[in-house]
């Protein structure tokens, strides 16, 4: 049985609710909220509550999950205008990638213009 929650962990306190953060989406499974130090304009981050260190710990149990994530990057890239303009989404994962916190989110940032390829 994987954990579900690990209590030293910043993204699960956030998800249990304990900074009293705005969620722009909550399910049992999924929470989204603003970034602290926004990247770009539209700068959100998509969790799950379950704490995952990283994609390279998802099976193929989490695809439903991974799916969900996606549909609710969509949802909010449409309430935050990015539909037509287009956005990005971004897993980092591990230390070279520039991930820093080590519980799954995903990045929707939208609202300027991204270069390729990234930094
Ligand atoms: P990563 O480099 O992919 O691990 O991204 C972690 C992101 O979490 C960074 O963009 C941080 O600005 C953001 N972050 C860290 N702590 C918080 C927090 N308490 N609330 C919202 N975003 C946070």
Redesign the pocket.
Same mark, same amino acid.
């Given at each position: 049985m994987r954990q579900t929650i690990n209590t030293d962990c910043?993204f699960c306190k956030?998800a249990a609710g304990e900074?009293g953060?705005e969620f722009l989406y909550e399910s049992p499974e999924i929470v989204a909220?603003?970034?602290? %130090?926004p990247?770009a304009p539209t %700068?959100i981050?998509i969790i799950p509550r379950r704490h995952i260190p990283k994609v390279s710990d998802l099976t193929e149990e989490d695809e439903k999950l991974i799916g969900r994530m996606i549909t609710v990057a969509n949802i909010l890239a449409e309430q935050e205008g990015l539909r037509e303009r287009g956005f990005r989404l971004?897993f980092?994962c591990g230390r070279e990638?520039?991930?820093?916190?080590?519980h799954l %989110?995903l990045?929707l940032l939208g609202g300027r213009l991204f270069n390729w390829p990234p930094g």
């Open positions: 910043i956030i900074f953060t909220f603003r970034d602290i %130090h990247k %700068h981050l971004i980092n990638s520039g991930q820093e916190v080590f %989110h990045h």
